[in-house]
T-cell receptor, first 116, second 110 residues
């Protein structure tokens, strides 16, 4: 079991639906991330929150909307998605955000999203 | 542009047959190099962080090494449960992004 918990594990949604992915960590980490991973591809960075503020948006379409209510929680709101958005969405956290010191990412097991 | 290249893409070994996975990188100042293991349908599991050339880290049958241009993940006497995709990632100095390589799919045959 990982220390980063993602819900739901699986999600099927239509192109007109609105849904949210949730991520929670209780390790006291101050940076949280959303990654998208397609089959047999590496994770691609979408967003980074550092100390609850959005620090990186990798030019992600506005149909993906991140939210960080507090340092333990991270949401990804989905609206009007396309079938090509189907993927494994991974949440990760790390001990520090924008500091000189590197800290590894700790990943959840992801939400498998299918857009029909 | 920062780049991470892993080789080989896929590797099949017999149980007990030792080998090495390669990760070559080009970054403007390395802040850290990370190795992860990913099982199908799961998130990547952190294995090692390497900070500077010459550094080595070990965990069970795995040993990671780092030079100024590349890192190796040596696997000694592997077992079928070591089968997974191994991902290398780097973080450049002054950057909050972590860039992943495409991974090496390792399959250990019993």
């Amino acid at each position: 079991d990982t220390e980063v918990t993602q819900t739901p594990k699986h999600l099927v949604m239509g192109m007109t639906n609105k849904k949210s992915l949730k991520c929670e960590q209780h390790m006291g980490h101050r940076a949280m991330y959303w990654y998208k991973q397609k089959a047999k591809k590496p994770p691609e960075l979408m967003f980074v929150y550092s100390y609850e503020k959005l620090s990186i948006n990798e030019s992600v379409p506005s149909r993906f909307s991140p939210e960080c209510p507090n340092s333990s929680l991270l949401n990804l709101h989905l609206h009007a998605l396309q079938p090509e958005d189907s993927a494994l969405y991974l949440c990760a956290s790390s001990q520090e955000g924008l500091t000189p010191y590197n800290s590894p990412l700790h990943f959840g097991n992801g939400t498998r999203l299918t857009v029909t | 542009e920062d780049q991470v290249t892993q080789s080989p893409e896929a590797l099949r070994l017999q149980e007990g047959e030792s080998s090495s996975l390669n990760c070559s990188y080009t970054v403007s100042g390395l802040r850290g190099l990370f190795w992860y293991r990913q099982d199908p349908g799961k998130g990547p599991e952190f294995l090692f962080t390497l900070y500077s050339a010459g550094e080595e880290k070990e965990k069970e049958r795995l040993k990671a090494t780092l030079t100024k241009k590349e890192s190796f993940l040596h696997i000694t006497a592997p077992k079928p449960e070591d089968s997974a995709t191994y991902l290398c990632a780097v973080q450049a100095a002054g950057d909050d992004k972590i860039i992943f390589g495409k991974g090496t799919r390792l399959h250990i045959l019993p």
